[in-house]
């Protein structure tokens, strides 16, 4: 048994002398707890108990101090990320969604309420969000567990690694649970390896003695295993190649993922993945910039002669007197209710798909949220004014 | 102590690549999920076909061939119709202002093909070799087989295809049509007139003896006229596979008229009431002597759309 159990419990090691009264901290962040014991680098990375080694030592005030203000101030920072960034997301979505017309982004904010806005927002934007989450937390942990172990760890340490810290365990789980139910089918096996990395979970936490261990483990791979194959054979006659890794090799790196890395690796896997992570971040994050507020529609407009014309758009808002239509190529267009023939809801291309692949009927590019929806509302034909 | 450092060392080996292999997965999920579909899609077609932008979709088809395609009090009506109502309604064009029915007797369709004045034509448009060097075809969406059909005063004198050839009777046919060459290919002398509906009408008026044609034209006019045809089983031994013709030079829209004759013939396999079965039921069903499935359309093209996420059960 690792030591795990022991950082996890947040137990003062009696070994450690009691820690000297200190500043308060926000609720946001945990009491900070002794440094864990040598050779415990692998203890669980969701111990709320963030260990500030520095605080733990008598005689060094000052340092605690900056640690617990650091942590403070991490934990300030993360929380408003949490919180700002959608909102900042929101209202620049407004920009972009009104094709960058000022009038036109102002006539968007005067209808669309903020309630509607950060629903919309997190609709389309849940499963960056859980990406961001857990990317964060697992390599958080990961470096955590490692930079413990580096001579001369108690220096600044990486951003990850201070927001892995000061989350609470409840937070970690949710953010994985948010990723478990929005990510596609097709990506979800990578929340294997992230899961494990993040909680630190390594194979010797399922039985103490290793042939039950290695039976646990096997039944494990049989069962997923079971669920995928056809899929994966699937995947294999439409030379999918993509496909097979993503269903078959995140499980066995999950095996592995859990432990400290050797100290050459650390510093810069600790400052490229962090770069490279809030790189890719900024780059998934653009087409959901783009991802329109409002529905697409397709608005059947009769001048009164027998004529009608299709206006395909986002319905911004409707009065009395005119019903207000975004148009997809850019401009507003005021139909009067009165020339309203019909109107449709149309899907956008975006969501056409790009795999060929099920899961026991399940589409890979849904997530268990659409599948679910799906099998609820079962698609109906496709407008032909959508086309 | 040794074999523990080393153990560990493997350890933190296996840990590194983990690592790396799942950031390096995730990156390949990243750009996955960011990049274009490679298959084409059905929208991507419909801007490659002539008629993107059309306001309105030519549809060829009969309106002399009871069953099949005719115009009773000015509506459109048959299984063709149906048919090629579905497939316009699936292209974008429902509803009757944005499709316009254009007459083509059996000959004119290659030429109104050819010639730009229809999009489409579905009208008991038989899929053959050398029609393929003029024109594309979507289907097939019927099979069905050549019979003669007799007045009931020949009933008991025209059983073979032996008396067709007995010069003493007059047998009809449409021109350019299958059943034409057919005909030839058994040495029957055949007179060949515009459409199957100018035999009928040459019959009753006691002008010919009996008309060859596709079973499904033939049991149009029997249902028209039930008390004075009867349609003869004759042995020709060929099966008319009964396509929709689309013009040589666009490949997207033919492509597109598969795949949505292959959605319908999904959805009838599946156990669900398919737009094919709709239209045969409510036309040809109870007229042909026997029952009949809607046949698997070839060379479907792989195409994605909207509705491919929704579950097939």
Known sequence: MNGAAATATGDPDPGQPVPAPRDPVPPASPAPAPEPAPGSASGSAFAVSGPLPAAAVPGRDGMRDDAAERQARASQSFWTAVVGVPAIFSVLRLGVEAGGELQTTLLLVANVGPINLLAGFLTTAAQLLSTALVAVFALGAVLRVSWDRLPGHDRRRPLFVRWAEITPAWFVAASFLMALITWPLLYLPLLLPAFVAAFQLRPERLHERPWPRVLIIGALFAGYFWLLLPTVRDAGRQGDWLAILLFVVPPVLALAIAGPLPGAVIRPLASVTQIAVLAMLVWAALPVISTPVLPLTVTTVGDGTGATEDVRGHVVTTDDVNMVILQERGGVRYVPVDQVRGQVLCPSEEELPRHRLRIHDYHVEDSLLEGLGRRVRPVHRIDAACR | ?313
């Open chain 2, 1 to 313: 102590m040794n074999e523990h450092i080393a153990g560990s060392r493997v350890r933190s080996v296996a840990t590194t690549l983990a690592v790396a292999l799942t950031l390096t997965l995730a990156a390949a999920a990243g750009c996955d999920s960011r990049k274009e579909p490679q298959l084409p899609s059905v929208q991507e077609k419909l801007r490659e076909s002539h008629i993107y932008g059309q306001p309105t979709l030519r549809i060829g088809v009969a309106t002399n061939e009871p069953l099949m395609g005719e115009v009773p009090n000015g509506v459109h009506v048959g299984f063709d119709v149906e048919i090629a109502r579905y497939i316009a309604a699936s292209l974008g064009y429902e509803g009757d202002q944005r499709v316009e029915f254009v007459s083509v007797s059996t000959e004119d369709r290659i030429p109104a093909l050819q010639g730009g004045v229809v999009d489409l034509v579905v009208s008991s448009f038989s899929i053959t070799e050398e029609r393929k060097k003029l024109v594309s075809f979507a289907g097939p969406y019927f099979v069905t087989t050549q019979e003669v059909m007799v007045p009931t005063r020949h009933k008991d004198d025209i059983r073979t295809i032996e008396d067709l050839r007995d010069p003493t009777y007059k047998i009809c046919t449409s021109g350019g049509s299958t059943t034409e060459a057919e005909l030839e290919k058994h040495q029957i002398k055949a007179l060949v007139v515009k459409n199957v509906g100018d035999c009928v009408e040459g019959i009753r008026q006691g002008r010919y003896d009996a008309v060859s044609s596709d079973e499904t034209i033939l049991a149009g006019f029997l249902a028209r006229f039930p008390t004075e045809f009867e349609i003869v089983d004759m042995p020709f031994g060929t099966s008319e596979l009964l396509g929709v013709g689309v013009p040589i030079g666009d490949p997207a829209l033919r492509d597109l008229v598969a795949y949505f004759l292959d959605k319908s013939y999904q959805q009838g396999r599946s156990g669900e009431t398919s737009p094919w079965q709709t239209a045969y039921n409510r036309t040809l069903g109870p007229w042909l002597r026997a029952e009949k499935r809607q046949p698997q359309p070839l060379d479907v093209p792989k195409l994605v759309d909207f509705d491919d996420k929704a579950p097939r059960r």
